[in-house]
């Protein structure tokens, strides 16, 4: 069993940054493959950014050149850095582990606003 807690949500005016954070429980970290997801009101949960074990990461378009997904290991802990933040990237943002089976965190919310 994993267990991910997220933090660092909050309101943000637009083309600020935040940083989240995941706490993951467990001592296989190191192999979980890990991701952030978000889900606007009325949409569909979305893949935003994941990284391999092996710290190979991904992106999804809409957040290429703007947010850094990282990891570290020795923490058990994995961060998305956001950088340039619209208003379209308001969400609840998830913390997705997969080891074995599929892992989810409660979920924080990011709000870009003036």
């Known amino acids: 069993q994993v267990q991910l807690v997220e933090s660092g949500g909050g309101l943000v005016q637009p083309g600020g940054s935040l940083s989240l954070s995941c706490a993951a429980s467990?001592?296989?970290?190191?192999?979980?493959?890990m991701a952030w997801y978000r889900q606007a009101p009325g949409k569909q949960r979305e893949l935003v950014a994941d990284?391999?074990?092996?710290?190979?990461?991904s992106y999804a378009d809409f957040v290429k050149g703007r947010f850094t997904i990282s990891r570290d290991n020795a923490k058990n802990t994995v961060y998305l850095q956001m950088n340039s933040l619209q208003p379209d990237d308001t969400a609840v943002y998830y913390c997705?582990?997969?080891?074995?089976?599929?892992?989810w965190g409660q979920g924080t919310q990011v709000t870009v606003s003036s």
């Open positions: 997705y582990a997969r080891w074995g089976k599929d892992y």
């Open positions: 467990g001592t296989s970290f190191s192999v979980y493959v």
């Open positions: 990284i391999t074990p092996g710290r190979r990461t």
